[in-house]
């Protein structure tokens, strides 16, 4: 059963355009969520993260979103450059027993980011 | 600077061969991990180590083992390698009490 859910396996956005990725989770005992960006032939590379008792945190043209009540977070990206486009990756770190603070990640979005 | 390596960025091997893949992390980080990606299937834990000579079975452990004789390195090992091992490895560290974790650049494995 998958915890982190992105339902869109990609998204296509036009250069300087708002770029919204979207994450799903199902369990409430999540205390903190991360993104990060894949190039191809690369490892992930950590973007940016939020903890659960914030429902918003910024870095320059990054900004994650997190709805508790609606177990959805999201990544804005604005203005969208062509060096965006790559694969995001969710991640959720959960603080249970049982859980050994290991991240759990989603499938992916693939950006591509048109100039 | 933080980093993640790993000993080879693509491998070719054999169905039945012993596959090393080696993992060295340079931030005296406590914890690491070995992932594998599939198109579709996202990242997927294989094992973890919390600790020298420690290891934790993650969600798809069957067909690796793990070994983890110093802290900065980890080995992931496919005592006969399968078709359906093909895939791309990527290990991570991070510190215990961090959310981050740091990512080598990944090992395309194709096993033929």
């Known amino acids: 059963d998958q915890q982190v859910k992105q339902n869109s396996p990609s998204l296509s956005v036009q250069e300087g355009r708002i770029s919204i990725l979207n994450c799903d989770y199902t369990?409430?005992?999540?205390?903190?969520f991360l993104w990060y960006k894949k190039y191809p032939a690369e490892g992930p590379t950590f973007l940016i993260s939020i903890s659960s008792i914030k429902d918003k945190n910024e870095d320059g043209r990054f900004t994650v979103f997190l709805n508790k009540s609606a177990k959805h977070l999201s990544l804005h990206i604005v203005p969208s450059q062509p060096g965006d486009s790559a694969v995001y990756f969710c991640?959720?770190?959960?603080?249970?027993?049982?859980?050994?603070?290991?991240?759990?990640f989603g499938k992916g979005t693939k950006l591509s980011v048109k100039p | 600077d933080v980093k993640v390596t790993q000993s080879s960025r693509y491998l070719v091997k054999r169905t039945g061969e012993k596959v090393f893949l080696e993992c060295v992390q340079d931030m005296d980080h406590e914890n690491m991990f070995w992932y594998r990606q599939d198109p579709g299937l996202g990242l997927r834990l294989i094992y973890f180590s919390y600790d020298v000579k420690m290891k934790e079975k993650g969600d798809i452990p069957e067909g690796y083992s793990v070994s983890r004789e110093k802290k900065e390195r980890f080995s992931l090992i496919l005592e006969s390698a399968s078709t359906n091992q093909t895939s791309m490895y990527l290990c991570?560290?991070?510190?215990?009490?961090?959310?981050?974790?740091?990512f080598g650049p990944g090992t395309r494995l194709t096993v033929l």
């Open positions: 369990n409430s005992m999540f205390d903190y």
């Open positions: 991570a560290s991070s510190f215990v009490l961090r959310n981050e974790q740091f």
């Open positions: 991640a959720a770190r959960g603080n249970y027993g049982g859980s050994q603070g290991n991240l759990i």
